[in-house]
């Protein structure tokens, strides 16, 4: 487990079938939530910095994983999400919560499905509610095509920059792989204090 979680590690035993799997199943399979994309993400463009990793060929494999994985997402959620939420009296997967799915993605879907790739967790659960609250597909297919070139993009150029920049990778990998990890639970928090402050706000 631990190399699975660590990307330094991760590629350097698993190579480009690692990167790749690990980007595809966190994309939209609910049980990968915990895998480590953006760090994932940085550490590719770290290392083709290095010569370590070809570039190109990592951001293409990496597209085309997101990509994929999130249609994969979507279907899972659409024919068995129903199921899931009908479990009575759970707090995640009691039926009002599918209602709370389609007017969500009826109000904030399309841009939805290409920021969420942005945020933790949220990017892996994303899909899948688009299929429970059935979103269009069309629709779906438009925006997640932008979010998932968009966040490879991002996440890999910002390594490869500061790899470039820097004289050893090696020497300060960690310590970069654990501030973007630190820093990709931003737009994360700045969501829960404005949705706190929101309530508040609320006449009872």
């Known amino acids: 487990m631990h190399n ?3 990307p330094e590690i991760l590629i350097s035993t698993l190579g480009y079938a690692g990167i790749f799997s690990t980007i595809f199943l966190e994309s939209g399979f ?5 895998l480590p994309g953006d760090t994932l993400l940085f550490t590719v463009g770290f290392f083709s910095s290095g010569d ?3 570039y190109w060929f990592s951001l ?8 994929s994985g999130s249609i994969a997402g979507y279907f899972f959620g659409k024919r068995i ?5 009908f479990k009575k ?5 009691d039926p009002k919560n599918l209602e709370k799915t389609r007017v969500f993605y009826q109000k904030y879907g399309k841009w939805t499905a290409t920021l969420c790739r942005f945020v933790p967790f949220i990017r892996t659960f994303a899909p899948i509610l688009a299929g429970v609250g059935k979103m269009n597909f069309k629709t779906f297919m438009k925006y997640n095509i932008l979010g998932a070139i968009l966040w490879p993009v991002v996440g890999t150029s910002i390594g ?3 790899g470039s920049q820097l004289p050893s990778i ?4 960690m310590p970069a792989i654990v501030l973007v990890f630190l820093s990709s639970f931003i737009p994360l928090i700045i969501t829960v204090f404005k949705k706190r402050r929101e309530d508040k706000n609320i006449p009872k």
């Open 30 to 34: 609910f049980f990968a939530f915990f």
């Open 81 to 85: 999400g129903h199921k899931i939420f």
């Open 60 to 67: 293409i494999g990496i597209i085309i994983s997101t990509f």
């Open 170 to 173: 090696h020497k300060y990998v």
């Open 52 to 54: 370590i990793l070809n």
């Open 4 to 6: 699975i979680l660590n």
């Open 160 to 162: 490869y920059f500061f």
């Open 89 to 93: 009296g759970s707090l995640l997967f």
